[in-house]
């Protein structure tokens, strides 16, 4: 199976911070990477797919970068509604793996 | 609305069976590969399940591989999990994801709200 490294596992950070979150893959997935933020309470909502590809709806301030081993999720001015879990999914290869998450917490 | 709804979670004891059912809309669900994934209790995320649009292919995680089996019904847009031999640790919000393997912007991209189970005598 494809180990996901993601970190860090927590982060503190303030308002209008620029946040990134890292996931390293143990072997290459091309760009088969999606990302997620899950807020207490509710449903996985996927950010990012493909990568970089931004999901409809959600905004410009979320981007996704890497490919191969090495992806970073960045918010480039983190607002109050950004704090949350975030996860990194792999789906080159079965089974799906995530990493194990990443909670950005107030400063 | 593209919806996924789950349904059939509960309290069971160890060793017993539930049947888990995720009902789908919105979507022509049989041109879809269908994900089950769950959550423990203050968890992460972990893969349990997927099944081919028309059941060609069949995946399992090995916690629950001899456990649980997933199938589907296309002429009724439904999917089930059997979940046998329940533990302790199968405890956690069961989410059916759907998946389209040629398309990366329908990868996991539709969530259910997720049905709970919890398994404790």
């Known amino acids: 199976d494809i180990q996901m490294t993601q970190s860090p596992s927590v982060m503190s950070a303030s308002v209008g911070d620029r946040v990134t979150i890292t996931c390293r893959a143990s072997q290459g997935i091309t760009n088969s990477l999606a990302w997620f933020q899950q807020k207490p309470g509710n449903v996985p909502k996927r950010l990012i797919y493909?990568?970089?590809s931004l999901q409809s709806g959600v905004p410009s301030r979320f981007s996704g970068s890497g490919s191969g081993t090495e992806f970073a999720l960045t918010i480039s001015s983190l607002q109050p509604e950004d704090f949350a879990t975030y996860y990194c999914l792999q789906y080159n290869t079965y089974p799906p793996t995530f990493g194990q998450g990443t909670k950005v917490e107030v400063k | 609305e593209v919806q996924l709804v789950e349904s059939g979670g509960g309290l069971v004891k160890p060793g017993g069976s539930l049947r888990l059912s995720c009902a789908a809309s919105g979507f022509i669900f049989n041109t879809y590969t269908i994900n089950w994934i769950r959550q423990a209790p203050g968890r992460g995320l972990e893969w349990v399940s997927s099944i081919h649009s028309i059941s060609k292919y069949i995946y399992y995680g090995d916690s629950v591989k001899g456990r649980f089996t997933i199938s589907r019904d296309n002429a009724k847009n439904s999917l089930y999990l059997q979940m046998n031999s329940l533990r302790a640790e199968d405890t956690a919000t069961y989410y059916c994801?759907?998946?389209?393997?040629?398309?990366?912007?329908?990868?996991?991209?539709?969530w259910g709200q997720g049905t709970m189970v919890t398994v404790s005598s």
């Open positions: 994801v759907r998946d389209y393997g040629d398309d990366g912007a329908q990868r996991f991209d539709i």
């Open positions: 493909a990568a970089s």
